[in-house]
């Protein structure tokens, strides 16, 4: 009596005599399994030539096998062709090629095989039978790799410039058939299958292969394609499993749901006209008037589409020529407003498709806005189907705790020394502006990436190699992402939060600063400072201000060492620090033509603008995520809504002036483009500069923040200018102010005044900014 059959090695590891018994013919449409294909083992056992020897079948069933591909499938042997799969649950499965139809012989454990006596592998297709179901489906194991050398090498090399392309879920047609290859970088595994929805995420049948070095694994699945989820399951150098979400997915489950989606872009772009010219001029020589949004709270409940049909028509009627959009990669936590990202390949389900957020790009740009999206380099959560220890050990974070271990944020930071990671990340950069059109880049907590003690007490991080606390390979990553966008991407401006005084933010990358580093690369960097100060100034009382008049001066002194963004963002309206208008002193009307008076003090200075929805009409409440704006403030039934719909108005008038107006921005990052009339009029709460355009024409801003009328107050001009008129001022009554104004054009006296030639005698508003032009 035969002996139950046991593993044995593989046919084409044994002598020909062990196979030849295999050569004997089989019938089209008879079963393939025949005493032709047994042999008798030294120790008496009869075996199928075509069984797996125990170590694979339980590297394969121990998700553990490197190289699937070579013991499944189908590989010339001496005497045919050996075929196996490997179908859990299936109750047969059945070769069919041309006019062959042959059935496996179940090897147990969800394994199937029998060596055919074919000349060489056919075109086959397999018949897999389920309970009540037969499946006719390609073997995924009969496929060459999908992915190139070229690109294995540019990513080891760290300078795969479109990884997006080379690395996640690709629908593809592959050696004549569709489907879906599947990459994905675990260098440390020891094994990874492919779940989703198609196996009832039971990855067993699908193990993936390792692409040598490079620790990429590739797995092209005939029949896949878009909407299925999937995620890759991981053996872990211990032997234990993880299941992991594709790093580079492009789409993403609605959270809290965690799978990732297979998909492809159909968008059909129709912005040609803004994507060719928006390379004209530099950002830091050009209008630029930043609405910053919180999409899935601007109006709660909008789609990316919804918002299309909104947004645009909004942000155009109020004048900004950029909107900046906070983080819309994937993130887990609503919570975190974006700023702890899990899919950084992916805009967030919970507003609609990729596809549905290139459409919303497109209507902005279609109505002349730029848009800017919020980019988060800097750290990412530590959820555990996701990139934290993705494959058992370190891989995108850095394999030392201390330097790894984000300490404000409970997160982790990033690698930036390791190739493949800040390939990663610069190809990710590139990512949105490539395939979704994005204009600009703000870089998020780019301090906490550049100091190695960055919240860190001493003992707690190591010094760089030259014993100082620059994290070098940040600024090397920094260096590269800029340059890289730059060189690819015109007309893209990347824009730093960077709240230290880091030599060179905005400098280009080969200029070498006095503290021997390259520029960082960036097109323009938050001025926190400005900020910090002259919030600091306008919420004192103006009885106390002429003791921080210094505050709004100061930002001159170091005004054209960067190119700098002037930020009134979410940051400043939130966590108890209380909206725009509700840090300013008095009451409710004090408070209004306060934040008038900043906005118009704000829009003069030097510096491009940004201001948090909601703040251009003087929400009282701070920001929300869970509700948004308070846009009821707008409603006619609501008794004081020409309150806010006057701040509103004025913004609307501030942006228009604004960008008719070059003095206002051409020279933004020249120190020609300003001059101050009077900077120490401490005592009156008085400010007044002198704006100039490339040609030299002039706008005098004069900001006035006392709550008094000052009549007949003396400014010194220049002298080439015949008379002045008023371009904008924050008092009119159109922005709920008191009217107090100069209607009629001011000439200058011959009397100098301030160090000038000429002067002229103005009326100040209480708490007002006025903006005068040659008449």
């Not at 400010?687 to 000052?710: C, E, T, Y």
Request: aromatic share 12%; glycine share 10%; net charge negative.
């Amino acid at each position: 009596m035969k002996k139950v059959p046991k593993p044995a090695d593989t046919p084409e590891s044994r002598p020909e005599e062990d196979v030849r018994a295999a050569e004997a013919p089989t019938k089209p449409g008879g079963d393939a399994r025949s005493e032709a294909e047994a042999a008798v083992d030294p120790g008496g056992e009869v075996r199928p030539l075509a069984v797996l020897d125990r170590g694979d079948r339980e590297r394969l069933l121990g998700g553990a096998h490197h190289d699937p591909h070579s013991v499944l499938g189908a590989h010339p042997v001496p005497g045919g062709v050996v075929f196996r799969t490997l179908r859990p649950y299936a109750q047969s499965v059945t070769v069919v090629a041309d006019e062959l139809r042959a059935e496996l012989h179940d090897d147990g454990d969800g394994f199937f095989s029998a060596v055919l006596p074919l000349r060489e592998v056919p075109a086959y297709r397999l018949l897999v039978e389920y309970d009540g179901t037969v499946q006719d489906v390609e073997d995924a194991y009969r496929f060459l790799p999908a992915i190139g050398d070229l690109d294995l090498h540019l990513f080891g090399e760290g300078r795969h410039e479109q990884l997006w392309k080379a690395l996640g879920a690709e629908p593809m047609e592959h050696q004549g058939v569709t489907g879906t290859r599947f990459t994905v970088w675990a260098p440390n595994a020891r094994g990874v299958r492919l779940a989703g929805t198609f196996n009832f995420f039971d990855g067993t049948a699908y193990p993936m292969r390792s692409l040598g070095s490079s620790g990429v694994w590739e797995l092209f699945v005939p029949g896949l394609g878009e909407g299925e989820l999937y995620k890759f399951e991981i053996t872990r150098p211990d032997g234990s499993k993880t299941m992991r979400a594709d790093p580079m997915a492009r789409r993403t489950e609605v959270p809290p749901k965690t799978s990732s989606v297979v998909t492809a872009s159909y968008h059909e772009w129709q912005d040609g006209e803004w994507m060719s010219r928006r390379a004209d001029r530099p950002a830091h020589e050009s209008p630029m008037s930043v609405y910053e949004v919180h999409l899935a709270s601007w109006r709660p409940g909008l789609t990316y589409r919804q918002l299309a049909d909104q947004l645009p028509r909004y942000v155009s009627d109020l004048g900004f020529t950029h909107v900046e959009l906070m983080p819309v990669a994937e993130h887990p936590f609503g919570g975190s407003w974006g700023y702890q990202v899990t899919g950084f390949y992916a805009p967030t389900a919970r507003l609609g498709t990729p596809d549905d957020f290139k459409y919303l790009v497109d209507s902005l740009h279609q109505a002349g806005i730029g848009v800017i999206m919020d980019w988060v380099p800097a750290h990412f959560p530590r959820d555990d189907w996701a990139l934290a220890e993705f494959d058992g050990r370190p891989l995108y974070e850095h394999e030392d705790p201390l330097r790894a271990a984000h300490p404000d944020w409970g997160t982790l930071e990033f690698d930036y020394g390791r190739r493949e990671v800040r390939n990663f990340l610069v190809a990710n950069a590139v990512y949105w502006c490539e395939e979704f059109h994005i204009d600009g880049l703000r870089v998020d907590a780019v301090a906490s990436m550049l100091y190695l003690d960055y919240s860190r007490e001493p003992g707690q991080w190591t010094p760089n190699v030259h014993g100082g606390r620059e994290n070098l390979d940040a600024v090397a990553f920094l260096q590269e992402m800029n340059a890289t966008v730059y060189r690819r991407e015109p007309g893209v401006v990347t824009i730093a939060e960077e709240s230290t005084a880091w030599d060179g933010v905005t400098r280009a990358t080969h200029d070498i600063g006095p503290g021997g580093f390259g520029g960082l690369g960036f097109g323009l960097k938050w001025n926190m400072g400005w900020m910090h100060d002259s919030l600091g100034y306008v919420s004192k009382e103006p009885v106390h201000r002429k003791y921080h008049h210094n505050e709004m001066t100061f930002s001159m002194v170091y005004a054209y060492s960067e190119n700098y963004v002037l930020p009134i963002s979410h940051d400043e309206v939130v966590h108890g620090k209380r909206s725009l208008v509700s840090k300013m002193p008095g009451d409710w009307w004090q408070q209004r033509a306060n934040q008038r008076a900043y906005l118009g003090f704000m829009w003069a200075h030097p510096g491009k603008q940004l201001l948090f929805m909601g703040q251009e009409f003087a929400q009282g409440a701070e920001w929300s995520e869970s509700h948004g704006p308070d846009w009821w403030l707008l409603d006619p039934a609501y008794g004081a809504e020409a309150d806010h719909r006057g701040v509103r108005d004025l913004v609307g008038g501030l942006n228009s002036v604004y960008r008719q107006t070059p003095a206002l921005w051409e020279l933004d990052t020249d120190p020609s483009g300003f001059a101050w009339v009077t900077g120490d009029a401490a005592e009156d709460n008085v400010f007044a500069f002198l704006r100039f355009d490339s040609a030299g024409a002039p706008l005098l801003a004069v900001s006035h923040f006392s709550p008094v009328v000052r009549h007949e107050y003396r400014l010194g001009v220049p002298d080439d200018v015949p008379a002045w008129h008023e371009a904008l001022n924050t008092d009119s009554a159109r922005y709920g102010g008191s009217d107090v104004a100069n209607p009629d054009p001011i000439k200058p006296d011959a009397q100098g005044w301030h160090g000038r030639p000429a002067s002229i005698r103005l009326t100040l508003p209480p708490l007002a900014t006025v903006w005068l032009r040659p008449a």
